[in-house]
């Protein structure tokens, strides 16, 4: 609305010229679905009523340690990183200290990853990471509502309670990265051109192996999750979904 005011000699009279865009008026009073780059936008409260559900406390009777859950589209998934040491499994605390092992939880290789969870629970699957992201407004989206309101570099919004945090990685030569910065979780599924030649991304060679598996990663910076593939060694976080 434009408001145009012209004042002349004492007997003028007051001239005041309103200019309404109908569209604009339009737009403003409308109601309903709101888009935003040709995605339909649901807020967050609303989002989260529907497909969030904070469950109960799992306690893991073989060390005692406790952790959130959280129901996500139907699922019921850990809602920290597993903090378990496996018996005859690779598994390592972020520069082989025992804080962060308390702070992020455990990297494990994909083989003792597949082994670590509790009774009942489990790695999950690359299709029900893609379902989690999904839910949480797809892959543009998801790292920042999924990842946590502290503790990372840029602090994402956690809109579902699933608190990602930033625990780096233990590269297959032994060293660590990204710790603060970049979250890196396993899934059970193996690459199915394993007997070909799996990318490493991380560094963007070609390995010939037959060690393939699918992870993510998270950094709320960008608000990306990104899926690849990468040989079993590294270490990674594991969040365990529920059977």
Same mark, same amino acid.
């Given at each position: ?14 001239? !005041? ?24 936008? !649901? ?9 969030? !559900? ?17 129901? @996500? ?7 920290? *990183? ?31 990853? *597949? ?17 989690? !992201? ?10 920042? %509502? /999924? ?11 956690? *809109?579902?309670?699933?608190?990602? /945090? ?15 910065? @970049? ?13 070909? %030649? ?17 992870? /993510? ?13 990468? @040989? %079993? ?11």
């Amino acid at each position: 609305m434009k408001v145009l005011i012209r004042s002349g000699r004492a007997n003028s009279e007051m001239r !005041i010229i309103f200019s309404v865009t109908i569209t604009a008026f339009l737009l403003f009073v409308a109601c309903g679905t709101r888009y935003i780059g040709g995605v339909r936008a !649901i807020s967050a409260s609303k989002n989260v009523q529907r497909e969030r !559900i904070s469950g109960p406390a799992l306690v893991d009777s073989r060390n005692d340690n406790s952790y959130r859950t959280v129901e @996500i589209g139907g699922a019921v998934w850990m809602a920290e *990183n597993l903090n378990h040491e496996v018996d005859n499994g690779n598994s390592w605390c972020y520069e082989d200290d025992e804080s962060n092992c308390q702070k992020y939880g455990r990297l494990y290789d994909w083989y003792t990853a *597949n082994e670590a969870c509790p009774i009942g629970w489990r790695l999950p699957t690359r299709q029900e990471w893609r379902d989690l !992201i999904s839910v949480a407004g797809g892959s543009r989206e998801a790292s920042g %509502k /999924l990842t946590s309101a502290t503790g990372w570099k840029h602090n994402g919004t956690d *809109n579902y309670g699933f608190s990602a /945090l930033p625990s780096g990685i233990r590269n297959a030569n032994g060293s660590f990265d990204y710790v603060d910065a @970049i979250g890196f979780w396993w899934s059970a599924t193996e690459n199915p051109s394993a007997d070909e %030649k799996t990318h490493d991304a991380l560094f963007g060679r070609d390995v010939y192996s037959v060690d393939g598996a699918y992870y /993510l990663k998270m950094f709320p910076s960008s608000t990306l999750v990104i899926e690849q593939y990468i @040989i %079993k060694s590294y270490g990674f976080s594991v969040r365990c979904i529920q059977d």
